[in-house]
């Protein structure tokens, strides 16, 4: 019986080619695994050669039981086959994850190839050790962007770059200032000033504003983006620098006794 092929990933664009690949080279005898979900990603197995479709989570049941003595080769294309994902942190741990899994099976298999056939016992201690080598190396990774969102360290240089070179792409925005950004969970939260026409109508600056929203949008589509809007010369110093009092116009007509509502809460506030 011809010993069978595992492919991870198998229904993303890298995974679907690859089984192609192997069936044109008289490959059919393959295990695939990948999560379909509700999308149509099923379509990218439609015409292909295999044994099986089965699960991340089924597979590594079914290595760590040992259910599989005819596996020949591993493929192993990253836990994530989605190639439009932009989550590189989201990319980091779930790739992290589901490959130590894997790794920790591998050395499953080679501990019991080495013993039965090889007749090196300690080969899969050697293999153990580069696992944990490399389990410490990705949690370590995993625990500083951890870190970095616990203490809403602001996002790269190139990411607030990217911000800003996107809203002023409309020559009607003047400048970007006050920029803060950080990340909570996996949202990106944007706040900003933009300079504007002090002459425009409010409706005018309103639709600049949202097209300076949408055009961060489509770099970075699960950020929350809050612009404030500044008349170009008048800009208001920032928190830390005291700002100049003028006196308030008398109003006209009858005074209204101004009552004090809630103070405002949230981070933004």
Known sequence: MAKRIIVTGAAGFIGRNTVAE???????????????????????LVGLKFDDLISPNDLLV???????????????????????????????????????????????????ISGAFLGAPGLDAAAGIVVAVWLFWGATGMLKAAADHLLDR????????????????DPQVFGVHQ???????????????????????????????????????????????????DPRGRTRPPADVPAVATPAPEPEGPAVQATEGPAPKGPWS
């Open 62 to 112: 079914e290595l760590t039981d040992e259910t599989f003595d005819d596996i020949e080769t591993i493929i192993h294309l990253g836990a994530c086959s989605a190639t439009t994902e932009r989550n590189a942190d989201y990319l980091l741990e779930n790739n992290t994850h589901y490959t130590a899994d894997l790794a920790a099976n591998v050395v499953v298999l080679i501990g019991v």
């Open 179 to 229: 920029l803060r950004t950080r990340m909570a969970g996996q949202v990106m939260m944007i706040q900003m000033h933009v300079d504007l026409d002090p002459h425009q109508t409010l409706d005018a600056a309103h639709a600049i504003v949202v097209a300076a929203e949408n055009r961060v949008l489509s770099h970075y589509p699960a950020a929350d983006i809050l612009i404030h809007a």
């Open 154 to 169: 602001a996002v790269p240089e190139a990411d607030r770059a990217a911000i800003t070179q996107a809203v002023l792409a």
């Open 22 to 44: 192997l069936n044109r080279r008289g490959y059919d005898n393959l295990l695939l695994t990948d999560i379909l979900g509700t999308d149509e990603k099923w379509k990218n």
